[in-house]
């Protein structure tokens, strides 16, 4: 078993390979078992597994292995297991060889069968056979069928070559069923009774059981081997058969008499009869069976008899009835009586009654009504017949007007022999007018009806047969023996141009005949079969002599006589009494020009003719008969007159035949023959006759019959006693016939070729032909020798053989074989497998023509020659996708070409690596418009599915179209793409493909380092950054500072190694590349620092008088801002943020040295003192 197996090359970004290839025919769970692992396989299993393909061998066969096989495969993807389903159904059987029977063939002589040795399980491969005939091989026969002929004993069986212990069981014909009753003691009235039939047959018999005499529809009692009867009643004794039948004969077993007893002791009287009507063939003998009972005060049966005769109650016994002398027989029992009759005639159709008569006074019984016996002879009638051209045909049937009980077999003759084979009523058969037909019913052969055959040649004959005198009374008769009889029709030849017939009886009378009567005359004679016409009889009515007139009178007109022997024809002459003498008489066959040869001169009758000429008659004799002196013989007279020359007309009509030998009877299986030594026509005279077997003389057979055994090769010829030298040709069967063909050189189609049959048969044989066709009927193709054909086909080659047939023989030709040559025919294409073809499977092209020779191939791709050879095939074993397209193939002989119609190669194959592209293929621009393109050689078309590398990180798909569009891309888009390709087949996953986006600088952001508060001193770092392709220039500027906004830096970075509090401040930077550039927003640098050196002031400034409102201002530069203390002469006085130290009404006492202390968490710082001095107010 093999297979090839597919899968995807690639799958889920992984290559696929295959782990594990092996074979199951079970499943242990959900475990596939792998036959090699199997015990029950153990050392008979075998694995040749190469690329994709796998092949199971089992070995050393059982019945067991009948199984469904199954291919599984592991590949190292997950779930990559496979199991082909359905699998290969594999049935182990015995080769339970058997012999039947495919064609038989009846000859007169013998069975011919054809033989097939058949097996239930076709086995592979050319095999030969060896045939067995009774257990010895039949040479020369090795084919599956086997022709021989056979017997009713023979068996015959086969065996395949190599295999001869193993040959098959015997088929043999039915062998004669033997019966038996159980029990087999007296059966009594009530009890079970079974009779059983049982024939030795293969194919087994069918049987079927029949009560003699019983049904009168002929309805089977059983169709089993057993007939049982449960309960058992008197009327059910009588006689019983059965049938057994298989394919090549049927045979019917002898009677079996079932005889039921009554209990004795009923209180009646009483006759029961087995059967009340009986048809019976005339001859044969039959049986009345009867019981019968009586009240129990009888003592005794005085007397008991058969009757059909009564008078005022004197019944006559049968016994005593002279009609019956001899042929009746009793038979009694305790209560029963059968009556036997034998040599039945028509005359004893009859009702047949029992009577018994008692001790008792009226102790007297007959039993009523009693049983009616019909007797009838068969009949052979015409149930159709059909007239060809060479022969006749005709179904018969053995017909009787007596329904015959039981399922009957016939027995038929065809002249006297038995036709083997031939058991039905009915009967179809080629026949010529010499032969005859009869039937019997089988186990009554003895009893056959009368034969039934054509009309033999009717003979004619007239009365008076002396000279006919014009006026007298003449009567021509006609007969035939003919069964049917007979009917006649009389004609006159070349009389009324109609052919109305002159009369339709036996006879033609001429009450008062006259000379215009003279003339030919025949008969026609007609029954169911044939119609023929006797031969002419010549009616010459004579004149009185003296008349005046010339004539020549002919004893007879026509003669037959055999070779070898000596004819005498006469006539008688007159002419007018003018004249005076008869100068020249002779008898001629030859005129030429009025010139009359006369017989005595020609060379080829030297001395063999004699004249003999009295008075006015004139007599031939010639000696030494040859069959070419048949001819029209004339007697022809010269006189003294002038014109007194005068030739007798017509003449007389002679005919010279050789002897025959004919089969008269034949009896085939004994090959016994009754031999007649035959001539159509026969000299007169008791004839003695020799007899010859192989040239030599049989002694003691002088009679024109003789019987004699023989073989197929004997021969057989007689002759008339004292005409040795000119016996018959010899009579020999058959020979096996030689069949040639012409012509014997090379048979083209279309030409003229003629089989020719021919066997060395006397009498010649009957050919024909039939053609040998394996399980189909054996139709003839013809019935002559030759079978032409006036064109031949290619349908006609094979094998052929004929068959010879004549009386004695019939044999079958060895066959000849016939093989036409032709041009290609009818090429076709085709791929394998049909179904889907993957890439790397085998692959096969096939390319198949019907030609003889066989034809080579050429095959084609798209009209480009591939590969030349015998084969026709074109393997792929490991197909790619560059081998599809269409492919065809060209069929050629010596005789002709022809191309195919092309066949279509699709093959399916996983995605190859996807190439991906993008447009435009220039620099993009964010807010352009960017296709990308996925594309993959595929069959089927991949599906396409695109995805951005670190993408979604679910990977979901962007797109699942060839195409991946942005109308407009945006700098986001940039990135790693990728596609992938997938079918059924597989799936392949693309490189990746960058795209860069290019985009003027976006808003940029600025931050800076540290991002904690800043200390003045520390270094410090704006940094500016802006999403740009490409990457943007940067420059750092300060809000307000220089009016020419000089740049503080062009990097991205603008850094204060040391800043300082004047760096304080808004900043903002700027970022640009070729496409754009943009600001950013301000960013703000508040540098922390501790109090810078208070300032201190008084307000008012002026002289600062007592009771006046004054403020002590202190300020400081500080980040953050500080806080302040006011000290008057180093003692403190205040503290707040705000640095003021406010005298609402300043008084003297207020006078003094003030200063302030600045400070943050940076640091401190005190002021320079100021003096406050106050006036005192000066109160008037």
């Known amino acids: 078993m093999s297979c090839t197996y597919t899968y995807p090359s690639r799958f889920n970004n992984h290559d696929t390979t295959v782990k594990e290839t092996f074979w199951f025919a079970k499943m242990n769970g959900n475990e596939h078992v792998d036959l090699k692992t199997d015990p029950e396989y153990s050392s008979r299993v075998q694995y040749n597994c190469v690329n994709n393909n796998c092949n199971l061998r089992i070995t050393d066969l059982r019945e067991s292995d009948s199984a469904e096989y199954k291919f599984r495969f592991i590949t190292n993807q997950e779930g990559g297991k496979y199991s082909g389903s359905p699998g290969v159904t594999l049935t182990v059987k015995d080769a339970d060889l058997q012999v039947r029977v495919d064609s038989l063939h009846v000859y007169p002589s013998e069975l011919w069968a054809v033989l097939m040795c058949h097996s239930s399980c076709l086995l592979p491969g050319p095999l030969r056979y060896v045939w067995y005939k009774n257990g010895r091989i039949i040479q020369g026969q090795a084919s599956s069928y086997c022709s021989d002929s056979f017997t009713p004993t023979d068996s015959f069986s086969c065996a395949v070559e190599g295999h001869e212990n193993s040959r098959s069981p015997p088929l043999y014909p039915v062998r004669v069923p033997s019966v038996s009753v159980s029990p087999s003691a007296e059966i009594v009235e009530g009890s079970s009774v079974t009779l059983t039939c049982s024939s030795d047959a293969n194919p087994a018999a069918n049987y079927t059981w029949y009560k003699k005499n019983g049904d009168p529809d002929l309805q089977p009692l059983s169709k089993e081997p057993q007939l049982v009867f449960r309960s058992i009643q008197s009327s059910d004794s009588g006689e019983y058969y059965c049938t057994a039948e298989n394919e090549l004969w049927g045979k019917m077993s002898k009677y079996i008499y079932i005889n039921v007893k009554l209990i004795q002791g009923q209180d009646d009287w009483g006759v029961t009869y087995s059967s009340t009507e009986i048809c019976a063939l005339k001859g044969s003998t039959v049986d009345m069976s009867c019981t019968y009972t009586y009240p129990s005060t009888v003592q005794r049966v005085e007397n008991r008899f058969w009757f059909i005769k009564e008078s005022k109650d004197v019944y006559t016994d049968l016994r005593t009835d002279p009609e019956y002398s001899g042929r009746v027989q009793y038979n009694f029992g305790n209560n029963d009586c059968t009556l036997r009759i034998t040599d039945l005639r028509e005359s004893d159709s009859a009702e047949y009654k029992f009577r018994f008569l008692t001790t008792q006074p009226d102790g007297k019984h007959s039993g009523l009504p009693g049983v009616t016996l019909t007797v009838k002879d068969l009949q052979v009638r015409v149930n159709s017949l059909h007239v060809y051209p060479s022969e006749l045909w005709a179904e018969l049937k053995c017909h009787s007007s007596c329904l015959l009980r039981g399922r009957l077999h016939y027995v038929w003759y065809k002249n006297g022999q038995i036709i083997q084979g031939q058991t039905s009523s009915y009967y179809s058969v080629y026949f010529t007018p010499t032969d005859s037909f009869s039937c019997a019913v089988e186990g009554h052969e003895n009893f ?102 010339w004539g020549v009178t002919y004893s007879s007109t026509e003669i037959c006589a055999l070779k070898g022997s000596t004819v005498d024809m006469s006539c008688t002459y007159t002419y007018p009494s003018t004249v005076q003498r008869v100068e020249n008489r002779f008898w001629f066959i030859k005129e030429r020009n009025k010139v009359y040869t006369d017989l005595r001169t020609d060379p080829e009758y030297s001395s063999r003719v004699q004249y003999n000429c009295v008075n006015n008659s004139c007599s031939l004799r010639i000696t030494d008969l040859r069959e070419s002196d048949s001819a029209k013989y004339k007697f022809r007279f010269i006189t003294d007159q002038e014109s007194g020359k005068y030739s007798g007309l017509p003449g007389v009509t002679l005919s010279v035949k050789d002897l025959q030998v004919r089969v008269n009877r034949l009896q085939a299986s004994t090959r016994w023959a009754e031999l007649k030594c035959h ?41 008339v006693e004292g005409h040795e030298n000119f016996r018959s040709p010899p009579l020999y069967p058959v020979r096996v016939p030689s069949v040639s063909v012409s012509p014997s050189a090379e048979i083209v189609e279309g030409s003229s070729v003629t089989l020719t049959c021919s066997s060395d048969a006397n009498p010649a044989a009957k050919y024909t032909w039939y053609k040998n066709k394996r399980n189909a009927d054996r139709q003839p193709f013809s019935k002559e020798p030759q079978l032409h054909f006036g064109s031949i086909q290619s349908s006609d080659s094979g094998e052929y053989y004929c068959t010879a047939e004549n009386e004695l023989w019939g044999k079958m030709s060895k066959y000849i074989s016939i093989d036409v040559k032709y041009a290609p025919k009818s090429a076709t294409a085709s791929v394998s497998p049909s179904a889907e073809i993957v890439e790397d499977s085998s692959v096969t092209l096939t390319c198949c023509s019907d030609a003889n020779p066989a034809a080579n191939y050429t095959w084609y791709k ?28 060209k069929s050629e002989n010596q005789y002709g070409e022809i191309m195919s119609s092309s066949v279509s190669v699709d093959v399916q194959y996983a995605p190859r690596l996807p190439s991906v592209s993008v447009s435009p293929s220039a620099e993009i621009v964010e807010g352009s418009s960017v296709t990308l393109t996925c594309s993959s050689d595929a069959n089927p078309a991949a599906k396409y599915t695109w995805y951005k590398e670190n993408g979604d990180p679910d990977l979901q798909p962007l797109s699942k179209e060839p195409q991946l569009v942005f109308s407009s891309i945006q700098s986001s888009d940039s990135g790693e793409y990728y596609c992938t390709a997938e079918n ?19 808003l940029p952001s ?49 850094v204060f190694s040391s800043i300082q509090s004047s760096d304080s401040g808004e900043y903002y930077c700027t970022a640009e590349n070729e496409l754009g550039s943009r600001t950013s927003e301000y960013i703000s640098i508040d540098v922390t620092y501790a109090p810078r050196l208070p300032s201190v002031s008084v307000s008012p400034s002026a002289e600062i008088v007592e009771g006046s409102s004054v403020t002590l201002t202190c300020s400081s530069d500080a980040n953050p801002a500080a806080k302040y203390t006011w000290y008057k002469e180093k003692q403190k006085l205040l503290q707040g943020q705000r640095g003021i130290y406010h005298f609402s009404s300043i008084s003297s006492e207020d006078r003094g040295n003030y200063s302030c202390k600045s400070e943050n968490q940076y640091g401190e710082i005190m002021s320079s003192s100021v003096s406050v001095d106050v006036q005192c107010e000066y109160k008037i």
Request: charged content about 20%; overall charge neutral; aromatic content about 10%.
């Open 448 to 549: 056959r009806c009368p034969p039934l055959y054509p009309l033999r040649v009717p003979s004619v004959s007239v009365s008076p047969s002396a000279e006919i005198v014009e006026g007298s009374s003449v009567t021509l008769t006609c007969s035939s023996d003919a069964n049917p009889a007979a009917k006649y029709t009389w004609y006159k030849k070349n009389g009324d141009p109609d052919l109305h017939p002159l009369s339709k009886e036996p006879q033609l009378v001429f009450s008062s005949i006259q000379s215009s009567d003279s003339g030919e005359y025949y008969c026609t004679a007609e029954n169911d079969l044939q119609r023929m016409m006797s031969k002419h009889i010549s009616i010459d009515v004579k004149l009185i002599q003296g008349q005046d007139d």
């Open 679 to 719: 001539s159509s026509c026969l000299p007169p005279g008791r004839l003695h006759y020799v007899w010859y077997k192989n040239g030599r003389i049989i002694q003691g057979q002088t009679s024109s019959y003789c019987s004699v055994s023989f073989t197929p090769t004997d021969s057989f010829s007689c002759a």
């Open 862 to 889: 798209e009209k480009q020659k591939l590969l030349r050879g015998q084969r026709g095939i074109y393997d792929f074993s490991s197909i790619s996708s560059e081998d599809r397209g269409n492919y065809s193939c």
């Open 984 to 1002: 059924e087949l597989g799936r392949r996953t693309s490189e990746y493909i960058y795209i860069d986006v290019k985009y003027a600088p976006k």
């Open 1006 to 1054: 600025v931050s800076v380092s540290p991002s904690a508060e800043i200390v003045e001193g520390s270094s410090v770092t704006l940094t500016c950054s802006s999403d740009a392709n490409p990457a943007a220039n940067y420059t750092w500027y300060k809000k307000n500072g220089d009016p020419d906004r000089h740049p503080l830096s062009k990097e991205p970075q603008l």
